[in-house]
């Protein structure tokens, strides 16, 4: 289960060399407002959220979906309700490609963490996630909209939730380098960071260095990628 900070605003990608695709799901395991689907996943709603910012998360949904595409397949899921986060339904169902929930809930108050993606459980054939929950935390909800950053962590945290995660990074031997120096050596991610970092003279890709996880840290590095939408902010 990997539990992600994030706070990030813009949609640039240094891309993962896979993606995912299409969802669709039994009416039993959907809570709240009617589930939105791309052809990259399926988002359902694990709480109240309001249409504004259903609005949200349908924009990051599409962004990632112009962003990425591929057909993983058909995954069986059956899990009772909770399994994995409060408030999850039971879920008994062939899913196509990623299902993702999203709720609004208490995370640890006002001026805290603004959000976590939970990885609940990942594929077998590319260790990429295939089911995830993404809350958005109540308490900081008022403060990400006055200041105009609650698009860019919903954004940020689905990222998480595809695949920019350690559970996928460490599972595909694509994050090393320790605790003072991580980075993801991930081919696509190399030559794409290339085009625009030629000034850089260390180990491409740099994962963020200031939190003590090394490989395990899921961003990339702040103090080079800036607001980069998959960096950390410090």
Not at 52 to 81: C, M, V
Not at 199 to 216: A, F, I, K, M, Q
Request: charged share 20%; with cysteine; proline share 5%.
């Amino acid at each position: 289960m990997l539990r992600a900070v994030v706070t990030i605003k813009h949609l640039t990608i240094i891309g993962l060399s896979t993606s995912v695709c299409l969802a669709c799901g039994a009416a039993d395991s959907t809570v709240g407002p009617p589930p939105l689907q791309t052809h990259l996943m399926e988002v359902r709603y694990a709480s109240a959220v309001s249409a504004e910012h259903q609005g949200l998360i349908t924009a990051a949904a599409e962004k990632w979906t112009r962003a990425l595409s591929k057909n993983r397949g058909d995954f069986p899921f059956n899990y009772p309700a909770n399994h994995c986060f409060a408030g999850e339904p039971r879920l008994n169902e062939v899913h196509h490609n990623l299902l993702l929930f999203v709720s609004i809930g208490e995370l640890d108050g006002g001026s805290g963490q603004l959000a976590f993606t939970e990885v609940c459980s990942v594929s077998e054939q590319d260790a990429l996630p295939i089911l995830a929950h993404i809350r958005l935390d109540q308490a900081d909800l008022a403060w990400m909209e006055t200041e105009k950053v609650l698009a860019g962590v919903i954004t940020h945290e689905m990222g998480h939730a595809l695949g920019f995660n350690p559970l996928s990074y460490m599972a595909k031997g694509l994050a090393a380098g320790g605790v003072t120096d991580p980075y993801f050596s991930g081919a696509t991610a190399r030559t794409e960071f290339a085009k625009h970092g030629d000034w850089y003279t260390g180990v491409r890709v740099p994962l963020e260095d200031s939190h003590d996880r090394g490989p395990n840290d899921p961003h990339w590095r702040f103090v080079i990628f800036g607001d980069e939408l998959m960096a950390s902010e410090l």
